[in-house]
């Protein structure tokens, strides 16, 4: 703890007694359990500024187990994380918070780039710590451990799977506006993590001939890929049929496990992104759905044309055959 001058900070309790020489009175010299109490009912980023106000309330705010409280808190799944390797829960905090920055193309590799089997740099195990609320209400909470390192994973397109088959009904019936997801996906060996989803819905997209809503919340990153997490439900009865994660391209396909790996460790070890990202999530997914909706269309005009032509050749082949039998 620091000393002298440094210890009385700016925020520093003082009993004034209308200037009759009363002692001030500094933030350490309130109980340590009163102030453990007041720091655990700040959010992260209250916290976080708190301990860059002066050097008191630095070690202050480091406390690691205010820390835990506030992650336990927010991601109730963390409870059944098993032990990793991280920097503790304040770093873990910083990781998984904030929303991954969209970095340029060039910085997140692109589906089609060949990452190396053998790649060092890439998770070989992922732990997902996903929960789903409905009304503020935390409905399932669920952490999902992942063999990153076989080779069905690798080839097979990058899909993790919270909740499938088995499903839950919901105490209530379904309102997809009032539903948030967490996903946070963690790095054991090296105790990076990063979040992957937008927390808010950013699309709805109800299925008539079935009765099924899907819910996403999607995060954009750069390079021209997404993670894609959605909840599939019935809203008339409140059934949770689907929580899954995946990385789509530009082009609306899956990426490999493989090349899904690359762009998750590249968002671990990227930046982060500040305030108003959750807002911006819904208009960045929006953007890259109308992108690759032009494409497509591009697409398939280009394909048009190639038929087009084609027909025409064979056309223009068949008329000349004709023309070689007639004058025979």
């Known amino acids: 703890m620091a000393t002298g001058d440094d210890r009385r900070c700016p925020a520093a309790f003082a009993a004034d007694g209308g200037g009759d020489g009363e002692s001030a009175t500094a933030i350490e010299d309130l109980p340590a359990d009163v102030l453990a109490l007041v720091l655990r009912r700040l959010d992260g980023a209250s916290l976080a500024a708190l301990g860059c106000a002066c050097a008191a309330f630095r070690g202050l705010a480091a406390d690691p187990d205010a820390w835990r409280a506030l992650c336990l808190a927010r991601w109730p799944s963390l409870r059944d994380v098993p032990p990793v390797d991280h920097k503790g829960h304040r770093q873990l905090f910083a990781d998984a918070f904030p929303f991954p920055f969209p970095a340029a193309a060039a910085a997140v590799p692109a589906p089609s780039s060949a990452v190396p089997a053998g790649a060092c740099s890439l998770p070989t195990r992922l732990v997902s710590a996903v929960d789903l609320y409905h009304g503020g209400a935390c409905i399932m909470s669920r952490v999902v451990e992942t063999d990153a390192a076989s080779g069905w994973f690798l080839g097979a397109p990058f899909r993790v799977d919270a909740l499938v088959q088995e499903g839950f009904s919901a105490p209530k019936p379904i309102t ?125 005009r280009l394909e048009g044309i190639v038929d087009l032509c084609c027909s025409g050749v064979g056309a223009a082949a068949f008329l000349g055959f004709l023309v070689m039998l007639t004058f025979r």
């Not at 079935?210 to 919340?217: A, D, K, N, S, Y």
């Not at 396909?253 to 493989?258: A, D, L, P, Q």
């Open 176 to 300: 997809p506006a009032d539903l948030s997801l967490s996903w946070v996906l963690i790095d054991p060996a090296t105790g990076r993590a990063v979040n992957a989803s937008s927390r808010r819905p950013v699309s709805v997209d109800r299925r008539w001939l079935t009765g099924e809503t899907v819910v996403r919340f999607a995060v954009v990153l750069g390079g021209g890929v997404a993670l894609d997490a959605a909840v599939t439900c019935d809203e008339r009865f409140g059934h949770i049929t689907e929580v899954s994660l995946r990385i789509e391209d530009g082009e609306g396909g899956g990426v490999s496990g493989r090349d899904g790996l690359a762009v998750v460790a590249a968002a671990m070890a990227g930046a982060r992104q500040g305030r108003g990202a959750e807002a911006a999530a819904r208009l960045r997914y929006e953007e890259f759905v109308k992108g690759r909706a032009a494409r497509k269309e591009r697409k398939a």
